[in-house]
C-alpha cells in the first residue's frame, strides 16, 4: 500500500490532496498521529476510506508538520502506511498599536523585513532573541524572530515565534549585513553535513521501537533562492541505502519514527542536505537491534474424555483432550511441540503414560485395574516450557463377565426357494444384542455357512462386519439344492442362528446376445472429420446371458470396406460408449461399427461411412514489416508485424518466432522470442537492438494444428548512431509568484553536445537559450515545454518534446515606506476619503 501527498508543502489556508493506492485489503480506517501544531483540517482525514484506493483533498490552516496515516487490513493481514505536509505559517505584518516614535513594518509579500519597534503590541519581525514588551531588539545576530506581542493594559502578554533565517527575506542576491539591512552581494555556500547520529553508528542491541535523530549543521547559502530541504535514506541490511523514506521534504525537526522494527536485524541510514546551491550527504551510519526472542509457555490444554467423574470405564481406554491454539515460543530452536499423558490413583499424577506430537489429540491407555478410581492430566511442553491442564479422575469397572451374542435370523432366499441363480446373494436380519468379549477390542462379525449337507460347515467367503447383512455367493452348480445358516460372533464367544434354510438353484442356463449398438458420431455420410476422430455410440438395455458369468464389452472396428473388419484398439467396458481413433489418412472414405459382447454372444451395429478432412497446408507469414518506433519516448523498442496466411479453410495462427541478428545468415541472433503461443501479428523486443547498427530480421508461424512454416524475412533496418536527446529542465523559485522571474534551467541529456533548445512557456513566449527565465501576468498552472536538438541533428521536440506543470502562485501585494511622524497627515488623509464614501 502506500499514501502520498501533492503538494507536500504549503502555505496555511491551502489545500493539499492525500492519494492512497492498497491491494488486497477489504478495509482502511484514516487517522492524523502527530499534530504538534494544532493544524486545522477542513475536511478532516478520519474515518473509513475506500480500500481499493482513492484520493482527498483538505485545506489545512496553521503552521509546522501534520503527519496523516492510512491502516488497511484484509485476509492476509494488516499494513499502514503515513505522509507528512508541512504548512508554512502565512506572516502578515499588523500596525494595532503603533505608538508615536514606531517603525511601520515593511514587507514584501508573506515574508516580513525586520524593523525597529518600540512598544509595539502587535505583531513584529525583530532581532534576536529578546522577547521582553517595549524594548529595542535589533542587533547583529543575524537571527531574525517573528515575535506576536498580546496588549492587555498597555503590558506584554504571551509570546509565540518562529525562527526565520535573516539572509533568506532578502532578494535573490542580496543578503544581509551586520544591522540585518538587505544589501547587494551574495556568496554561495555549500552545507554542512549533517552529524551526530541516534543511535551511535555501529551502536547493537537496539531497541525495535527506537526513533532516528541528528544534528543539522549550518545549511549554507544559496543566492538564487534558500532552498533548504532534505532526504533520509534508510534500509534493512544494505550497506549503501537508496530507498528514501522522506524524499526531499523542507528542513524541520532532525527526527523520523521507523516504527517497529525486526529484531536482530542491521540497519543503514544516511541524511543528504541541499540548500539550493548544492547538496551535500552525511556518512552510512548503521546500527543493529536487539534479538527479540523471549521464551513462552504453550497454552493449558483442556481434558476431553472420559469425563470428569465417568464411572465404568474401560480398564484399557482412551483419554483425548482439546488441541491448544498456542504453542508459545522456544527461541533454542528447533521448537518440538508436544503433549504428555499423566495418570495413576494420585490426585496429582506423576506417572507419565506416553507422550505424543501436537497434531495427536488422543491416548490409548491398557493394563489398569477393575474397580478403581484413576487420576490424569495432560502436560503441553515446547521444549522449553510447559503447561498442565486441570486433574480429571474417572473409575474403571467392576470384572467383566463374557455372554454370547443372540443369533441372527435367515431373510433370503427363502426356505425352500426353486430357482435360484448360481450366484446367489443371501440376507438376514441384524441382531440387537452382541454379548460381550472381555478381551477388547470387542469384533462383532457375521459368518455364512452353505453347502448340500443338511447342517453346513462350509464358510463361503470372509466375516463381514455387524453393518452388513448380505454375502454375494457364486459358482453354485444349477438344478442343485442347498443349505445355509448364519453364525454371529463377538470374538470370545459366537450363536449359529436358530434355522438352517434350504434353496434350489435353477436348471441349466441359456445363453443369449445383446442387443445391437446404435451409431451416434460421427454421423452417417459425414465429411470433413479429423484424421484423429471420436467415435461414440448410444449405450445399449440388454447385455443377454453369458451362463458362464457376462463380461459385457464393446469393440469398434473401422477400415475403408464396406464392412470393416479392422479392430481399432482394445475392447471397452459396458460403461464406455465412444473411442479416439488416430492415424487416418486425409481424403479417404471409412466405414466403422461397434460390436456388444457379453463374453459368449456379440451382436454388431450397422456400419456407417464418413470421410476424412483434406490434408493441413504449410502456413506463411506475408507483408512483413519494421516500425523503429519513437527514438525519444520509447527508445530501441521496433515493433515487427506481419499477416499470417494459410489456404486452408478457417486456419488461424497459434504461435510465431522471431529472431533479429546483425549478421545477414542469423549466426548468432541478438533477439530470439522463442515460440511464443499467441495469435499476435507484432512482437516488440524488450532489450537486445544496440544503436549503430543494421539488423536482418525474419518471422516463422504455426497454425492451429502446430504446423510450422518456414523462415520468412523482413525488410533490414538501420538504428541511430547514438540514443536521442532526452529534455530535461528545472526552474527557480520552486513556487514562483505572478509577475516574479522565473529561471528555467536545461538539465538535458545528449550524446554528444545538445546544441538547439526550444522553450514554450504558455503564456504566449518562447525562448531558444539554454537557460531561460520568463515572468508571468497572472496565477494559474502553465504547461512548459523544452525541445532539444542534439549535435548529430537528433531532435526531441514538439509532440516529443518534454512537458512539465508549473504553478504560478498569486502576485505579492506592494508596500511602500512611510518616513515618521507621517502617518498623521496619512490619517487625515485616510478621513477624507472615508467621508466622501470611500473605504
Not at 485616510?830 to 466622501?836: D, Q, R, V
Request: with cysteine; proline share 6%.
Amino acid at each position: 500500500m502506500n499514501l502520498s501527498s501533492s503538494p507536500g508543502t504549503i502555505d496555511s489556508g491551502q489545500s493539499t490532496t492525500l492519494s492512497w493506492t492498497v491491494s488486497n485489503a477489504t478495509s482502511c480506517s484514516a487517522s492524523v498521529t502527530s499534530n504538534p501544531g494544532g493544524i486545522t483540517q477542513s475536511p478532516a482525514w478520519t474515518g473509513s476510506k475506500n480500500a481499493g484506493g482513492g484520493s482527498q483533498s483538505t485545506t489545512l490552516t496553521g503552521g509546522g508538520t501534520i503527519r496523516f496515516n492510512l491502516a488497511c487490513s484484509g485476509a492476509g493481514g494488516t499494513g499502514s502506511d503515513w505522509e507528512d505536509v508541512t504548512v508554512n505559517a502565512v506572516v502578515v505584518c499588523t500596525d494595532e498599536c503603533s505608538p508615536s516614535g514606531s517603525t511601520r513594518c515593511l514587507d514584501s509579500g508573506t515574508r516580513q523585513t525586520c524593523g525597529d519597534y518600540v512598544n509595539d503590541c502587535g505583531s513584529d519581525l525583530e532581532w534576536g532573541n529578546n522577547t521582553s514588551c517595549g524594548s529595542d531588539d535589533c542587533s547583529s545576530s543575524q537571527a531574525c524572530r517573528w515575535v506576536d506581542y498580546a496588549c492587555s493594559a498597555g503590558s506584554c502578554g504571551s509570546t509565540t515565534s518562529i525562527n526565520i533565517s535573516c539572509d533568506s527575506l532578502c532578494p535573490v542576491n542580496q543578503s544581509c549585513d551586520a544591522s540585518g539591512n538587505c544589501v547587494a552581494g551574495c556568496t554561495d555556500s555549500a552545507p554542512s553535513a549533517a552529524s551526530g547520529p541516534s543511535p551511535s553508528s555501529g551502536a547493537t542491541n537496539v531497541s525495535t521501537a527506537a526513533n532516528l535523530s541528528w544534528t543539522w549543521n549550518a545549511w549554507g547559502r544559496s543566492c538564487a533562492g534558500q532552498n533548504d530541504r532534505y532526504t533520509l535514506y534508510f534500509e534493512a541490511g544494505d550497506s549503501t541505502p537508496d530507498i528514501p523514506v522522506v524524499n526531499n521534504q523542507p528542513s524541520g525537526s532532525a527526527f523520523y519514527d521507523p516504527g517497529a522494527m525486526s529484531a536482530n536485524i542491521t540497519y543503514y541510514w544516511q541524511i543528504q542536505k541541499c540548500n539550493g546551491f548544492s547538496c551535500i550527504s552525511s556518512s552510512v551510519w548503521s546500527f543493529t537491534t536487539a534479538s527479540g526472542c523471549v521464551n513462552s509457555a504453550p497454552s493449558t490444554p483442556s481434558l476431553s474424555l472420559p469425563s470428569n467423574g465417568a464411572t465404568g470405564v474401560s480398564i484399557n481406554p482412551t483419554v483425548s483432550w482439546n488441541a491448544i491454539s498456542d504453542w508459545g515460543t522456544d527461541c533454542t530452536p528447533p521448537q518440538t511441540n508436544t503433549y504428555t499423558v499423566y495418570l495413576d490413583t494420585s490426585v496429582n499424577p506423576t506417572t507419565n503414560r506416553g507422550s505424543v506430537g501436537q497434531a495427536v489429540t488422543s491416548l490409548g491407555i491398557s493394563g489398569l485395574n477393575t474397580s478403581t478410581t484413576y487420576y490424569w492430566k495432560v502436560r503441553s511442553n515446547n521444549g522449553a516450557l510447559i503447561a498442565d491442564s486441570a486433574v480429571r479422575s474417572f473409575t474403571t469397572a467392576s470384572a467383566c463377565v463374557p455372554s454370547a451374542p443372540n443369533g441372527p435370523t435367515l431373510s433370503s432366499p427363502s426356505n425352500g426357494a426353486a430357482g435360484i441363480s448360481t450366484s446367489p446373494t443371501v440376507s438376514w436380519n441384524a441382531i440387537s444384542d452382541w454379548g460381550t468379549d472381555c478381551t477388547p477390542p470387542q469384533n462383532n462379525t457375521y459368518t455364512v455357512y452353505l453347502d448340500t449337507s443338511a447342517t453346513p460347515t462350509t464358510q463361503r467367503g470372509s466375516p463381514v462386519g455387524e453393518g452388513t447383512t448380505s454375502l454375494n455367493i457364486s459358482g453354485l452348480n444349477s438344478g442343485t439344492t442347498y443349505y445355509w445358516r448364519v453364525r454371529a460372533s463377538n470374538g470370545d464367544t459366537s450363536t449359529y442362528s436358530a434355522q438352517i434354510w434350504s434353496f434350489t438353484t435353477a436348471s441349466v442356463c441359456v445363453a443369449s446376445a445383446p442387443a445391437a449398438p446404435t451409431l451416434s458420431s460421427p454421423s452417417n455420410g459425414a465429411t470433413g472429420i479429423s484424421t484423429s476422430p471420436t467415435v461414440s455410440w448410444n449405450a445399449i438395455s440388454s447385455w443377454g446371458t453369458n451362463c458362464a458369468g457376462n463380461t459385457n464389452t464393446y469393440t469398434v472396428f473401422l477400415d475403408t470396406s464396406s464392412n470393416p473388419t479392422t479392430q481399432r484398439g482394445s475392447p471397452v467396458g459396458e460403461g464406455t460408449t465412444n473411442v479416439g481413433i488416430s492415424g487416418l489418412n486425409n481424403s479417404t472414405g471409412y466405414y466403422w461399427k461397434v460390436r456388444a459382447s457379453n463374453g459368449a454372444l456379440s451382436s454388431d451395429s450397422s456400419p456407417w461411412p464418413f470421410s476424412t478432412e483434406a490434408a493441413n497446408t504449410q502456413p506463411q507469414a506475408i507483408n512483413l514489416s519494421v516500425n523503429e518506433g519513437n527514438y525519444c519516448t520509447a527508445p530501441l523498442r521496433p515493433i515487427f508485424s506481419w499477416i499470417f496466411f494459410d489456404p486452408d479453410p478457417g486456419a488461424t495462427q497459434s504461435a510465431y518466432r522471431v529472431q533479429a541478428d546483425n549478421n545477414s545468415d542469423f549466426s548468432s541472433p541478438e533477439v530470439d522470442s522463442g515460440k511464443v503461443s499467441l495469435a499476435s501479428n507484432a512482437f516488440a523486443p524488450i532489450s537486445g537492438i544496440a544503436y549503430g547498427n543494421t539488423y536482418s530480421w525474419r518471422v516463422m508461424v504455426w497454425d492451429d494444428l502446430d504446423l510450422a512454416s518456414n523462415w520468412f524475412n523482413g525488410p533490414p533496418f538501420t538504428t541511430p548512431a547514438h540514443a536521442y536527446p532526452d529534455p530535461r529542465f528545472t526552474w527557480s523559485p520552486a513556487s514562483p509568484l505572478a509577475l516574479q522571474i522565473v529561471q528555467f534551467t536545461d538539465t538535458s541529456i545528449c550524446v554528444g553536445a545538445c546544441q538547439v533548445w526550444e522553450w514554450n512557456f504558455d503564456n504566449g513566449k518562447t525562448s531558444t537559450i539554454q537557460n531561460a527565465t520568463t515572468t508571468y501576468s497572472q496565477e494559474g498552472t502553465y504547461e512548459v515545454s523544452l525541445g532539444v536538438t542534439d549535435s548529430s541533428g537528433y531532435a526531441c521536440k514538439g509532440a516529443n518534446a518534454v512537458t512539465n506543470n508549473v504553478t504560478i502562485g498569486p502576485a505579492q501585494p506592494k508596500w511602500i515606506e512611510v518616513p515618521p511622524f507621517s502617518w498623521i497627515i496619512k490619517a487625515f488623509a485616510a478621513l477624507g476619503e472615508l467621508l466622501n464614501g470611500v473605504i
